[in-house]
């Protein structure tokens, strides 16, 4: 055969669509890939995290401790969670200042037992005394950390 290619060939396997076994999955400690806020130590887990993978009819919900669940979208294999954010008004406590930090979880399905993860954590700032704030608490406005991770399914 001459090298021609017609495209009928079969490509199984480069792009099988994963379902995440439900049940409990092992994240593994993070490492930090960005660190603009400087809390990239404060934010990664030291050690293994448990946590819970539930299949969903708009995609996979995960619940981890302490936190509402995410309830993810799946396209392909990619996750894509909605941004949990936290809102610290404090013009009630008499500063020109709104404070916002974001939670934005992330990930890829690399089979149905394991999945690449990411955290990006995000600091915002409206109003005249977000500066002064940023000095008095040693942040800076606005800043981005981003964690990576790994997590496989239990018993995988």
């Given at each position: 055969?001459?090298?021609?290619?017609?495209?009928?060939?079969?490509?199984?396997?480069s792009?099988?669509?994963?379902?995440?076994?439900?049940?409990?999955?092992?994240?593994?400690?993070?490492?930090?890939?960005?660190?603009?806020?400087?809390?990239?130590?404060?934010?990664?887990?030291?050690?293994?995290?448990?946590?819970?993978?539930?299949?969903?009819?708009?995609?996979?919900?995960?619940?981890?401790?302490?936190?509402?669940?995410?309830?993810?979208?799946?396209?392909?294999?990619?996750?894509?969670?909605?941004?949990?954010?936290?809102?610290?008004?404090?013009?009630?406590?008499?500063?020109?200042?709104?404070?916002?930090?974001?939670?934005?979880?992330?990930?890829?399905?690399?089979?149905?037992?394991?999945?690449?993860?990411?955290?990006?954590?995000s600091?915002?700032?409206?109003?005249?005394?977000?500066?002064?704030?940023?000095?008095?608490?040693?942040?800076?406005?606005?800043?981005?950390?981003?964690?990576?991770?790994?997590?496989?399914?239990?018993?995988?």
């Amino acid at each position: 055969k001459s090298g021609s290619d017609t495209g009928n060939t079969s490509d199984s396997g480069s792009s099988t669509a994963f379902t995440a076994r439900d049940g409990i999955w092992i994240l593994a400690a993070a490492s930090i890939s960005q660190d603009e806020c400087e809390n990239g130590d404060e934010l990664a887990s030291t050690g293994e995290e448990n946590f819970l993978v539930e299949n969903s009819d708009t995609g996979l919900d995960l619940t981890f401790e302490g936190s509402d669940p995410w309830l993810c979208e799946v396209s392909g294999n990619d996750l894509a969670c909605p941004e949990q954010t936290t809102v610290d008004d404090l013009t009630t406590e008499g500063f020109d200042a709104v404070v916002s930090f974001g939670l934005l979880l992330g990930g890829t399905l690399t089979s149905s037992t394991t999945m690449e993860m990411s955290l990006e954590a995000s600091y915002s700032c409206e109003g005249t005394e977000c500066m002064p704030l940023a000095e008095v608490e040693d942040l800076v406005f606005p800043c981005t950390t981003i964690l990576v991770s790994t997590a496989r399914a239990q018993g995988s």
